[in-house]
């Protein structure tokens, strides 16, 4: 599979809770590749083994945003909580997936044309009930706590760029997995653990059991980041195109972003840097405080319409993620003998 | 019919645009009756039947679908748009959407850069964008020109007893004057395939000129609002208790003789209970020197939308009650 095919069916599939087709399926090319091993929740770990006893962790979460059934009335409405950061302005007339005893489609309620009053205003998101057009029969395959997923499939756009759901951060996830084949059968002069950790939306949980268990001296987390869109100006956002956003931050090794800036300059991998005043947001800030401390860089992929089930990106910097971790890693990472 | 219905409502048909339904509707009915496009791209049958009653019955339902059209280019390449009939803003944000071959996603500055105020408001059309991944202004009109029209893209799915999809308004008309063209028919009848309906009913006003019946009847979609949270008395109609048929709406006062004659035919169908909305019915009562009119209607949740829910069981008793009116309307005394 090439990175957009990969991308393409880790979209379509979902992570979230007990819904776990996307983990299933990342385990299944995992395995071809590294020694995997599924453990808590949804993260799943792939282990390679280099010539020294020195790790490099690399990290992108599998589990993606979503919602959680928290009540169902006799007509077959159901009120949702948010799992994860959902805007809920986008919810009126979208089409989503209850993860019930089958899967089935729903769509929020939008306003009837009749009853609509000027401007619209959402405070809460219970507000927004949604519909699963089964009626009374709603509960028979509907319960309190069955996980909600955007759903729709994705699409090309133009000059390479790519549209759907749950790219945040299944793009990190397809481009560790396009490594692991590319790193696979190669005499690597370091240990890689690959880990597509759960619970990121929900406040940076799944890594912290990961990161305990893996153990790692060195570690990259592998994340979207605001690309420029509408409203956005040059200077708060990566451009998409132009390559892996190297980050630079006080809570992160400065070793590191170095390396990576340094790899990327040599071997002609477009990049640009990701200046942030404190912690980052991502898996990140939890990686560099796991046991005694690890240096803890984030490699970012810009991402427009960030939480929506039309995440941009584009699939050349991809690519160019792919490249510089390789080389990154064949160059032996921060290692130092 | 269902398979016959997501092929319509897949197909792209925005007001004014009406080419690809139109083509799709001719390659079904081919064969079965007489059919002419009009100045207007208006499809016209003619449904020659084993008599030829003594009042003339026109049966209409529009091709069209609410949509948007592209006015102009942000240097940055981003497609300003207006919508082409009513849409809920409201409802656009990050879908996606094709113009011609090409899609984008309806994009708007994202939430984390809104302050806490303007994150709540609902974003109006002048605040969205389209994002095809143009690089500039050149590379966006190479790839579209101003005055494309585009619909969002959604698929057809079956929800149970319902389905969703998009142009269910008025796509199911559609379907149910395909199927009623493919039958051996009793008695003649003009069927109207309309344009424009979403923009003012400009279509059906010059092909009923040019029918020129005493009688028609409306094949259309219209609000349900049997949602949560919304009482009963507001409702209009519900899903499942068959088709819709109006005494008055924002454009019609209808006949009351058809409409009593529909509610009592024992097919299951449901009064409109708002006087609300409109729809080509507005511009047939009125032609010439007017014309005996009934809108028969699928309630439709979410209507002008890409989410738009309906019954399945409510489209068989449209055309169930169609036909039964047809006969009322069409038998010899």
């Given at each position: 599979?090439?990175?957009?095919?990969?991308?393409?069916?880790?979209?379509?599939?979902?992570?979230?809770?007990?819904?776990?087709?996307?983990?299933?399926?990342?385990?299944?090319?995992?395995?071809?590749?590294?020694?995997?091993?599924?453990?808590?929740?949804?993260?799943?770990?792939?282990?390679?083994?280099?010539?020294?006893?020195?790790?490099?962790?690399?990290?992108?979460?599998?589990?993606?945003?979503?919602?959680?059934?928290?009540?169902?009335?006799?007509?077959?409405?159901?009120?949702?909580?948010?799992?994860?950061?959902?805007?809920?302005?986008?919810?009126?007339?979208?089409?989503?997936?209850?993860?019930?005893?089958?899967?089935?489609?729903?769509?929020?309620?939008?306003?009837?044309?009749?009853?609509?009053?000027?401007?619209?205003?959402?405070?809460?998101?219970?507000?927004?009930?949604?519909?699963?057009?089964?009626?009374?029969?709603?509960?028979?395959?509907?319960?309190?706590?069955?996980?909600?997923?955007?759903?729709?499939?994705?699409?090309?756009?133009?000059?390479?760029?790519?549209?759907?759901?749950?790219?945040?951060?299944?793009?990190?996830?397809?481009?560790?997995?396009?490594?692991?084949?590319?790193?696979s059968g190669k005499k690597l002069p370091i240990n890689v653990a690959f880990v597509l950790s759960d619970g990121e939306e929900l406040g940076l949980r799944g890594i912290r059991p990961a990161a305990f268990r893996v153990n790692p001296q060195e570690a990259i987390a592998i994340d979207v980041s605001f690309g420029d869109g509408i409203g956005i100006s040059d200077t708060e956002c990566g451009k998409l195109n132009k390559g892996a956003m190297i980050g630079i931050s006080p809570s992160l090794s400065k070793e590191i972003s170095n390396k990576l800036k340094f790899i990327a300059k040599e071997s002609d991998i477009p990049y640009q840097l990701e200046v942030m005043g404190a912690k980052t947001g991502t898996n990140a800030d939890m990686i560099a405080v796991n046991r005694e401390g690890v240096k803890t860089c984030t490699l970012s992929i810009p991402l427009r319409n960030m939480h929506s089930d039309s995440e941009i990106l584009s699939l050349s910097d991809l690519e160019s993620?792919?490249?510089?971790?390789?080389?990154?890693?064949?160059?032996?990472?921060?290692?130092?003998? | 019919?269902?398979?016959?219905?997501?092929?319509?409502?897949?197909?792209?048909?925005?007001?004014?645009?009406?080419?690809?339904?139109?083509?799709?509707?001719?390659?079904?009915?081919?064969?079965?009756?007489?059919?002419?496009?009009?100045?207007?791209?208006?499809?016209?049958?003619?449904?020659?039947?084993?008599?030829?009653?003594?009042?003339?019955?026109?049966?209409?339902?529009?091709?069209?679908?609410?949509?948007?059209?592209?006015?102009?280019?942000?240097?940055?390449?981003?497609?300003?748009?207006?919508?082409?009939?009513?849409?809920?803003?409201?409802?656009?944000?990050?879908?996606?959407?094709?113009?011609?071959?090409?899609?984008?996603?309806?994009?708007?500055?994202?939430?984390?850069?809104?302050?806490?105020?303007?994150?709540?408001?609902?974003?109006?059309?002048?605040?969205?964008?389209?994002?095809?991944?143009?690089?500039?202004?050149?590379?966006?009109?190479?790839?579209?020109?101003?005055?494309?029209?585009?619909?969002?893209?959604?698929?057809?799915?079956?929800?149970?007893?319902?389905?969703?999809?998009?142009?269910?308004?008025?796509?199911?008309?559609?379907?149910?004057?395909?199927?009623?063209?493919?039958?051996?028919?009793?008695?003649?009848?003009?069927?109207?395939?309309?344009?424009?309906?979403?923009?003012?009913?400009?279509?059906?006003?010059?092909?009923?000129?040019?029918?020129?019946?005493?009688?028609?009847?409306?094949?259309?979609?219209?609000?349900?609002?049997?949602?949560?949270?919304?009482?009963?008395?507001?409702?209009?109609?519900?899903?499942?208790?068959?088709?819709?048929?109006?005494?008055?709406?924002?454009?019609?006062?209808?006949?009351?003789?058809?409409?009593?004659?529909?509610?009592?035919?024992?097919?299951?169908?449901?009064?409109?209970?708002?006087?609300?909305?409109?729809?080509?019915?507005?511009?047939?009562?009125?032609?010439?020197?007017?014309?005996?009119?009934?809108?028969?209607?699928?309630?439709?949740?979410?209507?002008?939308?890409?989410?738009?829910?309906?019954?399945?069981?409510?489209?068989?008793?449209?055309?169930?009650?169609?036909?039964?009116?047809?006969?009322?309307?069409?038998?010899?005394?």
């Amino acid at each position: 599979m090439n990175i957009k095919d990969l991308l393409f069916k880790l979209s379509k599939l979902d992570a979230a809770g007990n819904v776990t087709s996307a983990s299933d399926f990342a385990y299944g090319i995992l395995s071809k590749y590294t020694t995997a091993e599924k453990t808590q929740g949804l993260t799943v770990i792939g282990f390679l083994d280099g010539k020294n006893d020195y790790t490099l962790m690399l990290d992108a979460h599998i589990d993606q945003i979503a919602m959680v059934v928290t009540d169902i009335d006799d007509n077959g409405f159901l009120t949702v909580s948010n799992a994860g950061g959902i805007d809920i302005r986008t919810l009126p007339a979208r089409e989503v997936i209850v993860h019930g005893k089958s899967d089935i489609s729903a769509v929020f309620c939008s306003t009837p044309p009749h009853l609509a009053k000027g401007d619209a205003e959402y405070n809460d998101i219970a507000d927004i009930k949604l519909d699963t057009a089964l009626g009374s029969k709603a509960k028979e395959i509907i319960s309190v706590g069955d996980i909600v997923t955007l759903s729709g499939n994705p699409y090309d756009l133009q000059n390479n760029l790519v549209c759907g759901k749950s790219f945040d951060d299944r793009a990190g996830v397809a481009c560790l997995l396009m490594l692991a084949q590319k790193l696979s059968g190669k005499k690597l002069p370091i240990n890689v653990a690959f880990v597509l950790s759960d619970g990121e939306e929900l406040g940076l949980r799944g890594i912290r059991p990961a990161a305990f268990r893996v153990n790692p001296q060195e570690a990259i987390a592998i994340d979207v980041s605001f690309g420029d869109g509408i409203g956005i100006s040059d200077t708060e956002c990566g451009k998409l195109n132009k390559g892996a956003m190297i980050g630079i931050s006080p809570s992160l090794s400065k070793e590191i972003s170095n390396k990576l800036k340094f790899i990327a300059k040599e071997s002609d991998i477009p990049y640009q840097l990701e200046v942030m005043g404190a912690k980052t947001g991502t898996n990140a800030d939890m990686i560099a405080v796991n046991r005694e401390g690890v240096k803890t860089c984030t490699l970012s992929i810009p991402l427009r319409n960030m939480h929506s089930d039309s995440e941009i990106l584009s699939l050349s910097d991809l690519e160019s993620v792919c490249d510089l971790l390789y080389e990154y890693i064949m160059a032996g990472g921060c290692f130092n003998g | 019919m269902v398979d016959l219905l997501q092929n319509l409502c897949l197909l792209n048909g925005t007001s004014g645009d009406e080419k690809s339904v139109r083509d799709f509707i001719i390659s079904e009915i081919k064969g079965f009756c007489d059919c002419e496009i009009d100045n207007l791209g208006n499809l016209i049958c003619f449904k020659k039947g084993e008599k030829t009653p003594k009042n003339r019955l026109m049966l209409d339902a529009h091709m069209d679908e609410v949509g948007v059209i592209i006015t102009s280019v942000t240097s940055d390449g981003f497609l300003k748009f207006e919508t082409v009939g009513g849409i809920d803003a409201a409802t656009l944000m990050f879908k996606k959407v094709k113009i011609g071959d090409t899609v984008g996603v309806i994009s708007a500055k994202p939430i984390h850069l809104l302050s806490k105020e303007e994150g709540k408001k609902a974003p109006k059309t002048d605040s969205l964008y389209i994002d095809i991944g143009a690089t500039d202004k050149e590379n966006a009109l190479d790839l579209v020109n101003l005055g494309d029209t585009g619909v969002v893209l959604s698929d057809f799915t079956v929800m149970g007893d319902c389905v969703k999809a998009k142009a269910l308004d008025d796509r199911v008309g559609c379907a149910v004057l395909i199927a009623l063209l493919k039958e051996k028919a009793e008695y003649d009848f003009y069927a109207v395939f309309s344009t424009q309906e979403e923009i003012g009913t400009r279509g059906a006003r010059v092909a009923t000129f040019a029918v020129n019946p005493d009688y028609a009847l409306v094949l259309e979609a219209t609000t349900a609002a049997d949602i949560a949270g919304v009482l009963n008395d507001k409702s209009v109609c519900n899903l499942g208790n068959g088709p819709a048929v109006s005494f008055m709406d924002r454009a019609t006062l209808y006949d009351k003789e058809l409409y009593n004659t529909a509610l009592n035919s024992g097919i299951t169908c449901q009064p409109k209970r708002a006087v609300a909305g409109g729809n080509n019915s507005g511009a047939i009562h009125l032609s010439r020197e007017g014309v005996k009119t009934l809108a028969i209607s699928l309630p439709c949740r979410y209507i002008h939308t890409d989410s738009s829910v309906a019954n399945l069981g409510d489209i068989e008793n449209m055309l169930n009650l169609t036909k039964y009116m047809m006969g009322s309307i069409l038998k010899d005394d």
